[in-house]
């Protein structure tokens, strides 16, 4: 399994061509107590960059861009009961949705976890 | 991922970038994360604001709101010179009481909302931060020659709010600075006195933004370390951000200047109606009466109301406020309600949908989100009379 990462925080972890996407834990941290997650529903159909799924925070609602495009296979139901597992555990149990991916040559443009975290040093 | 409603820059910082206020390196060890906000750098949070938030609710919190204007004014017939400004019966405010005031334009817009004291001889008064420097310009403009402004911009401000504040401040020992001046335990809810600490002279009235008991304290700028140090020494203390005051102060129903106030709206609309005092409404002759009394008379076209929101969603200033397919209001702040669990905002609607109970809708973000006219505060206050 290969973890990628976005300029925008979001995570996907790539299996096969089924990809789980989260924010980043430098992204929860940034918007602080996280009040409400909106995740897509199965079966929709996604491009490379749509605002697919919002992170509400106390403080403002923050849009997830899709790292890929594809169909969504499965959002994660256990952040509707508990949407601080975003904060908590933002990089494994508060992941937000999976994908299908329709094209697996997008995951190129992503950066791995060692530029990812080049990047959020320089921010 | 991007945050695209956030409310901490939202107000323009002066060409040198945001300054510094005297407690900045106080927060910032204090593990502060500082923002720009009003042209200062200010915390908007240190542990979370659901945390912070929740904690001035039970104990008592410390605030630094030293970016917001403090100004004197004195001068032979300073009372009538600012009630031409003003709505409130300035006159009639006795030695040592504050109330809440508005600066109107010339067409009863609001400019600004403030708290005004008679400090005994002078008047002391406290307005917003981002708006400190256009207020300063046209209470300069308006008021006559022989009317001092004096702008304490080497005072700092704190406030101390919870059900814990009075007994946390009380450990301060606080020393009336002159005989006959109230003790600390004397002051109730919108009143205020002189005091010495440790020799340190500060202006403590009894008020804030929470809908909680609690302190607004003015002390010179070289002491306001010492003294928030000697606050969050006490187990009862904690350093609260700007974002926790954001969420405190619209659970208590309270507007906030350039979000649900504007010179566009004016009081009766605002529901602030008694802001404008008995007298005054007989008398007329502050900015705008005309149109203001009017608007009191015949009820405003739009209301400025409280809606609780179903689901956890929440929605924000610019959102629109629906009935069916007539949109009928705008969302002028609005957030999760850390205390009550679920969104709160308030909007002006038009005044036929204003009614207590009414079911409206709120667009966001493509969504229609059910809402209901609550009354206003969410939260009772809890202030001490």
Redesign the interface.
């Known amino acids: 399994m290969t973890r990628y990462f976005t300029e925008d925080h979001e995570w996907i972890d790539v299996e096969g061509d089924v990809g789980t996407v989260g924010i980043t834990d430098y992204a929860q941290s940034q918007l602080g107590d996280i009040t409400f997650v909106e995740v897509p529903a199965e079966g929709t159909e996604v491009a490379k960059g749509d605002s697919v799924s919002v992170v509400d925070s106390v403080k403002a609602a923050s849009d997830v861009y899709t790292p890929v495009s594809g169909t969504v296979t499965a959002a994660n139901t256990a952040l509707a009961d508990e949407p601080e597992l975003v904060n908590s555990d933002a990089e494994e149990s508060g992941w937000l949705f999976r994908v299908a991916l329709s094209d697996t040559s997008e995951l190129k443009s992503l950066m791995d976890r060692k530029a990812y975290d080049a990047f959020v040093a320089e921010l | 991922?991007?945050?695209?409603?956030?409310?901490?820059n939202d107000i323009a910082e002066d060409q040198h970038g945001p300054q510094a206020l005297p407690l900045d390196a106080w927060h910032r060890a204090r593990g502060g994360r500082m923002v720009a906000f009003a042209g200062y750098h200010m915390p908007?949070?240190y542990e979370?604001?659901?945390?912070e938030?929740l904690w001035t609710r039970e104990n008592a919190g410390l605030f630094d709101v030293s970016h917001m204007g403090q100004l004197e004014f004195s001068g032979e017939g300073v009372a009538e010179a600012l009630e031409a400004l003003l709505p409130g019966d300035i006159s009639a405010l006795k030695p040592g009481r504050l109330r809440y005031s508005l600066l109107l334009d010339e067409n009863g817009g609001i400019l600004d909302d403030l708290m005004i004291t008679n400090r005994g001889g002078e008047y002391y008064m406290v307005v917003n931060g981002a708006t400190k420097w256009d207020d300063i310009g046209h209470l300069r403009e308006h008021l006559p020659d022989e009317i001092t402004m004096t702008h304490l911009d080497e005072h700092a401000l704190l406030a101390l709010q919870g059900p814990k504040a009075a007994e946390a401040l009380a450990k301060l020992c606080l020393e009336p600075a002159f005989p006959g001046m109230p003790k600390l335990d004397d002051l109730k809810f919108m009143q205020s006195g002189p005091f010495f600490w440790d020799g340190r002279p500060l202006g403590v009235s009894r008020s804030g933004y929470t809908g909680e008991d609690g302190f607004e304290i003015s002390v010179r700028g070289e002491d306001v370390e010492a003294l928030a140090e000697a606050l969050v020494a006490l187990d009862l203390v904690r350093p609260i951000g700007l974002?926790a005051r954001d969420?405190l102060r619209l659970e208590a129903g309270l507007p906030l200047y350039g979000h649900d106030l504007t010179p566009e709206t004016d009081p009766i609309s605002a529901d602030l109606g008694f802001a404008i005092s008995k007298r005054r409404r007989a008398e007329g002759g502050f900015p705008g009466a005309e149109r203001i009394l009017a608007l009191r008379e015949s009820g405003a076209p739009k209301k400025r109301v409280g809606l609780a929101l179903e689901?956890?969603?929440?929605a924000?200033e610019g959102a629109t406020v629906h009935l069916g397919d007539a949109e009928i209001g705008v969302v002028t702040s609005g957030?999760?309600s850390?205390s009550l669990q679920h969104?709160i905002a308030m909007a002006y609607v038009d005044a036929a949908y204003a009614g207590e109970g009414t079911a409206l809708e709120i667009e966001a973000?493509g969504k229609r989100l059910p809402a209901r006219v609550v009354p206003l505060p969410f939260l009772p206050h809890r202030y001490y009379r």
């Not at chain 2, 991922?1 to 901490?8: G, V, W």
């Open positions: 991922m991007s945050e695209d409603q956030s409310n901490d908007v949070q979370g604001i659901i945390a938030h974002g969420s689901g956890r969603m929440a924000r957030g999760f850390p969104p973000r």
